[in-house]
């Protein structure tokens, strides 16, 4: 990537900030528009299509993947998997450093403490090593006057980089739409991925059940962190909008709490059936095989956080589903459950692989036509 981010990334700022706080070109161009944009989106379409995996067999140890297996299958939580997610009392207390003016408004980067409190005793201890994950980050695209909603933007598995996530959710576009729309870094992805960490090691997801699964409580425990936020700050109407690993994340999101809408793109519903894909294709499966793992066990572990382990709390009309025919991650059977599990909401199917709604920016336009029926443009 680093020829292509040399030749894309630039400095476009009004304020006099270090670089580490720019507006990069990547964003700027998502006000601006045009060919370069769509040259852009169709690099990170190609550099996204396919599934990051490394070696599983680093991040696994038979004893903690048993001890996992028996602390998240708990009775309780099978019942009543809600349980596991605990919402915050208060607002977090936020600093705010802008990055870039913008006609109507700004662009300003939020961060606060992470609250989330690891359950699973065996995982507490080796999270905390990572104090960068306990910072949280938010780039925030605001109007000066509220805007008629806010569009929460959760990205996908090995994204982050608030370059890279601008050219995913177009924020700048939105912008000129009227929208607010914040963009979240998920634990372990932008900033929040650890200084220790070897280059090219995958923390989250990965094949540390119990890191896994507590990081998706800490995203969700971090996304009604910047919920309350939000809300005490004057803003009107909150949606979530999210891709792949972020839309499993928003769909489980918006079946805890009461947003505004959900757009979940190319979603991942079951981590299990992609965990056992992983798995399943790897030279040394025999490893996992005789340590236990199978799908039914995968699905019982992250059961606690499926999409459809909860019933949503929005109308199927404020839903919209974007999905790629051609998905060779998220096969069309894995949306199709989630439409059905959701009450038949609209269904919008693309021609293409993972990344299908960047092309031609096609899943940006029935966005929009979908936020303008609920009355937002």
Request: hydrophobic content about 40%; aromatic content about 10%; charged content about 20%.
């Amino acid at each position: 990537m680093d020829s292509e981010e040399n030749k894309h990334n630039g400095s476009f700022c009004f304020l006099d900030t270090s670089e580490e706080y720019r507006l990069s070109k990547f964003e700027r161009m998502t006000l601006t528009g045009g060919g370069e944009l769509e040259r852009a989106i169709s690099w990170l379409a190609s550099k996204f299509g396919k599934l990051p995996v490394g070696d599983p067999t680093v991040d696994f140890n038979r004893r903690l993947f048993e001890e996992a297996r028996d602390f998240y299958c708990q009775q309780h939580l099978v019942n009543n998997p809600e349980q596991f997610f605990t919402p915050p009392v208060d607002s977090p207390r936020v600093s705010e450093r802008c990055v870039h003016k913008l006609e109507c408004g700004e662009v300003v980067d939020l961060e606060f403490s992470s609250r989330y409190k690891v359950q699973f005793p065996q995982v507490a201890r080796t999270l905390s090593r990572y104090p960068e994950n306990q910072r949280v980050h938010v780039r925030l695209w605001r109007h000066r006057e509220q805007a008629k909603c806010t569009v929460v933007a959760v990205h996908g598995w090995t994204m982050g980089d608030q370059r890279l996530n601008s050219l995913a959710f177009l924020p700048g576009t939105f912008y000129k739409h009227g929208f607010d729309v914040a963009l979240i870094e998920l634990p372990f992805h932008g900033r929040r991925k650890p200084k220790s960490s070897v280059p090219g090691e995958l923390l989250f997801p990965s094949a540390n059940v119990g890191r896994t699964n507590e990081s998706i409580a800490q995203a969700i425990s971090d996304l009604r962190q910047l919920h309350l936020y939000l809300k005490v700050n004057g803003t009107a109407d909150v949606g979530v909008v999210g891709m792949s690993l972020g839309a499993y994340i928003a769909s489980l999101w918006c079946s805890l709490d009461y947003l505004d809408f959900c757009i979940p793109l190319v979603p991942l519903v079951s981590l299990a059936e992609v965990a056992w894909e992983v798995l399943h294709g790897f030279e040394r499966f025999s490893h996992f095989e005789r340590a236990g793992v199978t799908l039914e066990v995968l699905e019982k572990v992250y059961h606690v956080h499926s999409p459809l382990s909860h019933r949503p709390k929005l109308s199927p009309r404020r839903v919209l589903i974007l999905a790629g025919l051609g998905d060779p991650i998220v096969p069309p059977g894995q949306p199709k459950l989630l439409w059905q599990h959701w009450g038949m909401p609209t269904l919008y199917w693309m021609r293409g692989g993972h990344v299908a709604q960047l092309q031609r920016s096609r899943g940006h336009k029935e966005i929009v036509s979908f936020l303008g029926r609920l009355g937002y443009l």
